[in-house]
């Protein structure tokens, strides 16, 4: 039974030959766009590793070998995100232990997010949308590097598109009752993944149950008079207000405090943006400013092209932005997940240009002739292009997929070990290194965490919960392990050299004036120090 105002076809009648067409060209599409995708992330082959990837492979190793989660002898479990370590434990078991291998689900779920975000794109707002949807996010060097980075950040965006797609299907009134079904289901796993990664997920999950809110109202007023119309909106506006007046109010109950005080807080190495709510907008204004700037048209024309689902969309990058312009913790990798949300605000503007200028007067459905259309596209998508081009980001993905010279190049531990390992010091020695986790993995042995982020709050030669090393980073402190060791290395990353939240200028100096650098190629971006008064080594006290 078909109600009136509907289209839907009859769910027992067989498909048509058109339909099958139909069905098969969306298929190629969204494998080409997949392929496409899968292509450019694996062109991007980062040798080297961030110091947070470390976390979830020692976890990983360790849950293999022991059972449990622990990264070093003495640590604690390292609990966050679990379920993607598991998955990384997962992968270790399958293909053996090694870089790409621990980077395999932050791939998987990279792919997963192009396959999910293109195909409700393309369902939603069409063809074009969804390619320059596709196009603009392999611009964006952070959505690349995510794929190359054994960290949750991928899987979180990935979680928070498969929610948000499978919340739309949910309300579409065409849909069977399987298929919301396994909406639901499929809703309510991405959820609890996407919290279960990164608790700023909230802003997400909070996101898309405005937008089924927003959504329900506005099926309620449409058709109705304008009084209704208006009501709605009123209504609309006094849960804003009201929800605002509510936050505002639980912020004086000292729990909801003390998790405000909680996403505030920040470690040394981000202090410096903690109080800066300009961060995130001077990072798109950086690398992506033509396409942040073009955003602001282009979210009005998706508006008034497609109502409340445009304003869904322009929500999760206006809402993500501005929540996470106010926490203590700022880095780019942070605010990936609301990244595809501004390309897709991007591709649904073009779209809208394209169809507001090839429709004919009068007939909203019926679009100008062919030639017409592919020549409008063809000079809107150019002078887009153009855009495109005075930005940074595309150069810095180019440099990323052809080059090694980028941002995301780390210090090179594994073409240091053998130089290392072949110094008298290294022998019987202690290793102090400012990136502990690095040492443990890639030397296999770290004695002292040298970092002054590291030790936070506490003293001196307490340990770090997650290691169980001992953290030392003040001139003093090293003097009394170089003077109680008759041998050692200091390696520390050029990222953590004279950093006021990694090695100090004292230390830096210090080291420099009282022990022997070890030659190494820049390239390396390491510092190393050693002392060895055994035997016949030299005593290199004093010789800088």
């Known amino acids: 039974m078909t109600h009136a105002g509907t289209s839907r076809p009859d769910a027992d009648q067989p498909p048509t030959s058109a339909g099958r067409r139909a069905f098969r060209w969306r298929a190629a599409e969204l ?9 450019v992330f694996v062109l991007f082959q980062n040798p080297t590793r961030h110091i947070d990837e470390l976390y979830h492979v020692l976890a990983a190793k360790s849950l293999l070998a022991d059972g449990d989660l622990v990264l070093g002898e003495t640590g604690e479990p390292y609990t966050r995100a679990k379920a993607y370590t598991y998955a990384v434990a997962a992968s270790f078991r399958w293909f053996g232990e090694g870089l790409w291998q621990s980077r395999l689900p932050s791939l998987l779920a990279g792919l997963v997010l192009v396959a999910v975000l293109f195909g409700w794109s393309r369902r939603r707002f069409g063809s074009l949308t969804a390619w320059v949807t596709l196009g603009l996010m392999l611009q964006m060097p952070m959505m690349v590097y995510a794929t190359e980075l054994c960290r949750f950040y991928m899987v979180q965006a990935a979680a928070v598109v498969c929610l948000l797609a499978s919340a739309d299907t949910l309300l579409d009134r065409s849909a069977g009752v399987w298929l919301r079904l396994l909406s639901v289901v499929v809703a309510v796993l991405s959820g609890w993944l996407a919290m279960h990664v990164q608790v700023s997920s909230v802003f997400g999950v909070g996101l898309v149950c405005g937008g089924v809110l927003l959504c329900l109202l506005w099926r309620v007023t449409e058709g ?75 979210a009005g024309l998706a508006c008034y092209r497609w109502r409340w689902r445009a304003i869904w969309v322009v929500a999760f990058f206006t809402v993500g932005l501005a929540a996470h312009s106010f926490a203590g913790m700022k880095a780019p990798r942070y605010l990936l997940w609301a990244f595809p949300y501004l390309a897709l605000t991007l591709g649904m503007g073009v779209s809208t240009v394209v169809w507001l200028l090839t429709r004919r007067p009068g007939r909203e459905e019926s679009l100008a002739p062919l030639p017409m259309r592919i020549g409008v596209a063809v000079l809107v998508l150019a002078v887009f292009a153009y855009a495109l081009s005075r930005t940074l980001g595309p150069y810095q993905v180019r440099s990323m997929l052809f080059s090694d010279d980028h941002a995301f190049v780390f210090a090179d531990w594994d073409g240091a070990r053998p130089v290392l390992a072949a110094d008298s010091a290294w022998a019987g020695g202690v290793v102090l290194a400012s990136a502990d986790v690095k040492a443990m993995d890639v030397l296999g042995r770290c004695d002292y965490s040298l970092s002054r982020t590291r030790a936070e709050d506490r003293d001196e030669f307490e340990r770090d919960w997650r290691t169980g090393m001992p953290v030392v980073f003040s001139p003093s402190a090293v003097a009394s392990i170089v003077e109680a060791e008759s041998a050692g290395l200091v390696v520390v990353e050029h990222a953590h050299w004279r950093q006021p939240w990694g090695v100090p200028d004292p230390l830096a100096e210090w080291l ?21 008064r055994r035997g016949d080594a030299a005593d290199v006290s004093g010789g800088g």
């Not at 009123?234 to 909801?256: I, S």
């Not at 995130?280 to 992506?288: M, S, T």
């Not at 070890?518 to 510092?527: A, I, R, S, W």
């Open 31 to 39: 494998l080409l766009a997949v392929a496409l995708a899968g292509v």
């Open 224 to 298: 109705r008079p304008r009084q209704r119309v208006l009501r709605g909106w009123g209504v609309t506006a006094g849960l804003v207000l009201g929800g605002a007046a509510l936050v505002a109010g639980l912020l004086w109950l000292e729990p909801v405090r003390g998790l405000w005080a909680g996403y505030r807080a920040s470690v040394l190495w981000a202090s410096d943006a903690r109080d800066d709510p300009a961060y995130y907008l001077d990072y798109f204004l950086l690398w992506h400013r033509w396409p942040l700037l073009l955003s602001l048209p282009a």
């Open 512 to 532: 420099e004036a009282n022990l022997q650098r070890v030659p190494l190629d820049d390239g390396m971006q390491l510092d190393v120090f050693r002392w060895d």
